[in-house]
């Protein structure tokens, strides 16, 4: 479906009523950058693991080597430097400039909002960009981990974690999400099937103190009760009109 003119503007009077805006983003963020998503129809995993075993403390543990196979795999970690910023992550850095106080909070492991120039991204969930010792905490860039089948530390020899939030693993930021939201005057929801918790309460929450909420997403979500506007529609082509 595409975006309508009245979503367009109705989307367009909310930014343009807020100063402090929240912005959840998902995986959906990144697709039109090249990245799949999970749940999409052409998301990248189909296998017979789960997703949530695959990418798990546990099998991390339990299997080094099988675990950061799998993981390249899914998360096309070789390619990860070359992605580039997209019309998405341009509309909200460019919010920033219009002088707009934008905090991001993404689910998304990839390092774009960065790139695009926003200045406050918490990333939930992590970063792909590089990876620590779980010993001794030696962090290790991502060209590193790149060179290296089964990423070792290089001070110490134990196998690498990647800096990303594992299935079985707590959201370290998860207070200060929910607060950036609370304390918004706009919740924006970009990208996300709002299926992966505890992030998909933050819209429940914010929607609870009445703050006004909008998703933008190709697909419907169980959520979508609670935002004030859905466009059910891409994030691209949603940006450049409002930008029009
Ligand atoms: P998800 O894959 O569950 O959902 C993505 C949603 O975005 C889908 O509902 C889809 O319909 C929608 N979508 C896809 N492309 C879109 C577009 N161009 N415009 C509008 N909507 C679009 O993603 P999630 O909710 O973020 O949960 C997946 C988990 O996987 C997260 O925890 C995240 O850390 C991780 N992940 C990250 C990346 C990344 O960093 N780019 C990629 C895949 C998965
Ligand atoms: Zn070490």
Same mark, same amino acid.
């Given at each position: 479906m595409?975006?309508t003119?009245? %979503? ?6 909310l930014?343009?009523?807020?100063r402090?805006?929240? *912005? &959840?983003?998902g ?8 990245i ?7 998301g ?5 693991m789960?997703?949530?075993?695959a990418v798990s403390?546990?099998?991390? %543990?339990r ?10 795999d899914?998360?096309h970690? #070789?390619? *990860?430097?070359?992605?580039?910023p ?5 509309? &909200? $850095?460019a919010?920033?400039?219009?002088g #707009? ?6 689910q998304?492991?990839?390092g774009? /909002?960065?790139?695009a120039g926003s200045?406050?991204?918490l ?5 792909l960009l590089?990876?620590?010792?779980p010993d001794?905490?030696?962090? /290790?860039?991502?060209?590193?981990? %790149?060179q /290296?089948?089964?990423p070792a530390c290089?001070?110490?020899?134990? $196998?690498?974690k990647?800096? *990303?939030?594992?299935?079985?693993e707590?959201?370290?930021m998860?207070d200060?999400a929910?607060q ?5 005057e ?10 992966v ?13 009445g ?8 697909t ?7 935002f004030d506007?859905c ?7 949603t940006c450049?009109q409002?930008?029009?």
């Amino acid at each position: 479906m595409s975006v309508t003119e009245r %979503q367009v503007q109705y989307l367009r009077q909310l930014v343009g009523g807020a100063r402090r805006i929240a *912005v &959840l983003t998902g995986a959906g963020m990144s697709t039109e950058s090249g990245i799949p998503d999970f749940r999409s129809a052409d998301g990248l995993w189909s296998r017979d693991m789960s997703l949530a075993d695959a990418v798990s403390v546990d099998y991390f %543990q339990r299997d080094p080597a099988a675990f950061w196979r799998a993981f390249r795999d899914i998360f096309h970690i #070789k390619l *990860v430097g070359d992605y580039q910023p997209n019309d998405g992550h341009r509309f &909200l $850095a460019a919010l920033e400039e219009d002088g #707009k106080e934008v905090t991001i909070l993404t689910q998304n492991i990839d390092g774009l /909002h960065g790139r695009a120039g926003s200045r406050r991204v918490l990333e939930l969930h992590g970063t792909l960009l590089t990876a620590s010792c779980p010993d001794c905490r030696t962090p /290790h860039p991502l060209d590193y981990v %790149q060179q /290296h089948e089964l990423p070792a530390c290089r001070r110490c020899g134990a $196998a690498l974690k990647p800096d *990303v939030v594992l299935y079985g693993e707590a959201v370290p930021m998860i207070d200060v999400a929910f607060q950036a939201a609370l304390n918004a005057e706009l919740l924006l929801v970009m990208g996300s099937s709002l299926e992966v918790s505890p992030v998909n309460l933050i819209p429940v929450e914010a929607a609870r103190a009445g703050i006004p909420c909008a998703l933008i997403n190709y697909t419907p979500t169980r959520f979508d009760a609670l935002f004030d506007l859905c466009i059910h529609a891409g994030i691209g082509e949603t940006c450049r009109q409002l930008r029009s």
